[in-house]
C-alpha cells in the first residue's frame, strides 16, 4: 500500500522561529509532490508544487525539497508567524492518476 | 476564474436518503477526484477520474457513487446515507500533465443523523 507519512503530527514554535515539516513516501515512482494549507474549517489551499524532475521550489518564506531515491520531502518556512498556524499537508501523485495525502502537520505559531 | 465549485456546502440527511454533491470545473482538467476528511483520519480518496467516461476507486468507495459524462463535472452520489458517512467532502481537479497542480473546492460538509 502506498503511503504518505508527515512528521511531526503537531508542532509549536515562538513566533519568528525557522522550522522544517517533514514528509515521506513510499512510492519511488512518484510525480509531483504537492504542499497545501489547511486552516480550521476550510478547504486546501496549494502552497508548493515540486514537479518530479525538479528538487525544490521556493515561495516567500517557504522553500520546500523533494528527494525521490529517498522518498522525502520537506517543507522549510522561514521566521514563522502567528498567521503561519494551520495544518499543512503534502500529497502525491502516482502514475494511476491518484494523489495520496499525509495526515497533516498540525503548527501553532505563539506570539 | 471560478476554478473547482462545490454544493451544496452544507446538508443534513436523515438515515437511508439519498443526495448528490456536484462538484464543477471550469479550468477543463482531465482528473478529478472526490475525498471525505475526518477527524484523525486525513483525507482519503473516494472515487477519481482520469476523463470523462472513466472512473475508479479510491480507498473508501463503499457507498458512493460517481460519474464523469463531461470534462467539466464530477458528481457524487450517495444512494441510502448512514451516519458514518458524516463528513467533509472535498472535489478537485488536475489537469494530469507533469506540470499539473491540483485545485480543490472549498467543501461540502454532510451530517448524516
Known amino acids: 500500500k502506498q503511503e504518505v507519512t508527515q512528521i511531526p503530527a503537531a508542532l509549536s514554535v515562538p513566533e519568528g522561529e525557522n522550522l522544517v515539516l517533514n514528509c515521506s513516501f513510499t512510492?519511488?515512482?512518484?510525480?509531483?509532490l504537492q504542499w497545501f494549507r489547511q486552516d480550521p474549517g476550510k478547504g486546501l489551499t496549494s502552497l508548493l508544487l515540486?514537479?518530479?524532475?525538479?528538487r525544490e521550489q521556493t515561495s516567500g518564506r517557504l522553500n520546500a525539497s523533494l528527494d525521490k531515491s529517498s522518498g522525502r520531502s520537506t517543507l522549510y518556512i522561514a521566521a514563522s508567524q502567528p498567521g503561519d498556524s494551520a495544518t499543512y499537508l503534502c500529497?502525491?501523485?502516482?502514475?494511476?492518476?491518484?494523489?495520496?495525502f499525509g495526515q497533516g502537520t498540525e503548527l501553532s505559531v505563539k506570539p | 476564474n471560478a476554478g473547482v465549485t462545490q454544493t451544496p456546502k452544507f446538508q443534513v440527511l436523515k438515515t437511508g436518503q439519498s443526495m448528490t454533491l456536484q462538484c464543477a470545473q471550469d479550468?477543463?482538467?482531465?482528473?478529478m477526484s472526490w475525498y471525505r476528511q475526518d477527524p484523525g483520519m486525513g483525507l482519503r480518496l473516494i472515487h477519481y477520474?482520469?476523463?470523462?467516461?472513466?472512473?475508479d476507486q479510491g480507498e473508501v468507495p463503499n457507498g458512493y457513487n460517481v460519474s464523469r459524462s463531461t470534462t467539466e463535472d464530477f458528481p457524487l452520489r450517495l444512494l441510502s446515507a448512514a451516519p458514518s458517512q458524516t463528513s467533509v467532502y472535498f472535489c478537485a481537479a488536475y489537469s494530469g500533465t507533469l506540470t499539473g497542480e491540483l485545485f480543490f473546492g472549498e467543501g461540502s460538509r454532510l451530517t448524516v443523523l
Open positions: 515540486i514537479q518530479s524532475s525538479q
Open positions: 512510492d519511488s515512482a512518484i510525480y509531483n
Open positions: 477520474s482520469v476523463g470523462a467516461g472513466i472512473t
Open positions: 500529497a502525491h501523485y502516482n502514475q494511476g492518476g491518484k494523489l495520496i
Open positions: 479550468m477543463n482538467h482531465e482528473y
